[in-house]
């Protein structure tokens, strides 16, 4: 089955730029996805199709995706982008999630 | 605005059966693809299983194939996830999700506030 591999925890801070990277074979030849998760609360979609924003999503949010890497970029970095981020894809039929990545701003 | 609103969560002993309910909003229901995801207590997200939105077609995580059962009623705007022979480790926030109206993409836009689902005797 496949997988995607992120970084556990990632730290900041505040102004700053970061990035938290998603590694699976060949994801460069896929779509992927980032969420944003703050605790207690539901995922929210930040990018989709690998570098494109929803609506309501701040402008400071970035994404790529190439190789055997998806990237999420966040410029600028504040204090509410504080959260647990999970990246995303699927494979024939089925989703799959990464592991998820703690962003600690300092 | 789109509104997701997941209910039937509950304490179900091993081996049990439990049937989760998302009442959908704010958009045409039987466009889109609809997923449930879980999530156990400090763990990160995990998809569970998908369908299309005149039902016609579904797809599982390999560790609940044979046990859980995702349909939907477009009626009722309502999706389902009919969940038999629950183990400990089904112990889970259950979120449903919608995915998108085309067959090619998965990504998952709008999210219901999710239901715990607690295995144990």
């Known amino acids: 089955s496949y997988e995607l591999t992120q970084p556990p925890s990632v730290s900041v801070s505040p102004g700053q730029i970061v990035s938290i990277t998603c590694s699976g074979d060949?994801?460069?030849?896929?779509?992927a996805c980032w969420y944003q998760q703050k605790p207690g609360q539901s995922p929210v979609l930040v990018i989709y199709q690998s570098n494109r924003r929803p609506s309501g999503i701040p402008e400071r949010f970035s994404g790529s995706n190439s190789g055997n890497t998806a990237t999420l970029t966040i410029s600028e970095t504040q204090a509410m982008d504080e959260a647990d981020y999970y990246c995303?894809?699927?494979?024939?039929?089925?989703?799959?999630f990464g592991g998820g990545t703690k962003l600690t701003v300092l | 605005e789109v509104q997701l609103v997941e209910s039937g969560g509950g304490l179900v002993q091993p081996g049990g059966s439990l049937r989760l309910s998302c009442a959908a909003s704010?958009?045409?229901?039987?466009?889109?693809?609809m997923h449930w995801v879980r999530q156990a207590p400090g763990k990160g997200l995990v998809w569970v299983s998908r369908i299309k939105g005149d039902g016609s077609s579904t797809s599982y995580a390999d560790s609940v194939k044979g046990r859980f059962t995702i349909s939907r009623d477009n009626a009722k705007n309502t999706l389902y996830l009919q969940m038999n022979s629950l183990r400990g480790e089904d112990t889970a926030v259950y979120y449903c999700?919608?995915?998108?109206?085309?067959?090619?993409?998965?990504?998952?836009?709008?999210w219901g506030q999710g239901t715990l689902v607690t295995v144990s005797s």
């Open positions: 999700a919608r995915g998108c109206r085309d067959d090619w993409c998965n990504w998952l836009d709008s």
């Open positions: 704010g958009f045409t229901f039987s466009s889109y693809w």
């Open positions: 995303q894809t699927w494979d024939t039929s089925t989703v799959v």
């Open positions: 060949k994801l460069g030849d896929k779509h």
